[in-house]
Nanobody
């Protein structure tokens, strides 16, 4: 059971990145999936989460209108499209799965299955 996050990098303010989270060893379609981030010296934050099947989503207030979470169950992969990036978006981004609702997943992060993280740096 493994999650592999990728797509991070260095981008200027206002730029965009798309993160991917590829699942292996299990069927991603059976689980909700979420993106989390942790900046140096700060607590981990649930950024966006999506349900397994009905498309229900949750977004942190800090990213609403800028980030979009999606999933392609046929590819066993989830995505986080990040637009209008700000320096405060700089963090290591992780993906995780669980069977709870998107809001519960993002707020309480109960998952025991996490990806290894990908660094996003927004800087001019």
């Amino acid at each position: 059971v493994q999650l592999q996050a990728s797509g991070g990098g260095v981008v200027q303010p206002g730029g965009s990145l798309r993160l991917s989270c590829a699942a292996s060893g299990f069927i991603l379609a059976d689980y909700g999936i979420g993106w989390f981030r942790q900046a140096p010296g700060k607590e981990r934050e649930g950024v966006s989460c999506i349900s397994s099947s009905d498309g229900d989503t949750y977004y942190a207030d800090s990213v609403k209108g800028r980030f979009t979470i999606s999933r392609d169950n046929a590819k066993n992969t989830a995505y986080l499209q990040m637009n209008s990036l700000k320096p405060e978006d700089t963090a290591v981004y992780y993906c995780a799965v669980d069977s709870v609702t998107p809001k519960t997943l993002c707020i309480f992060a109960p998952s025991e299955t996490w990806g290894q993280g990908t660094q996003v740096t927004v800087s001019s």
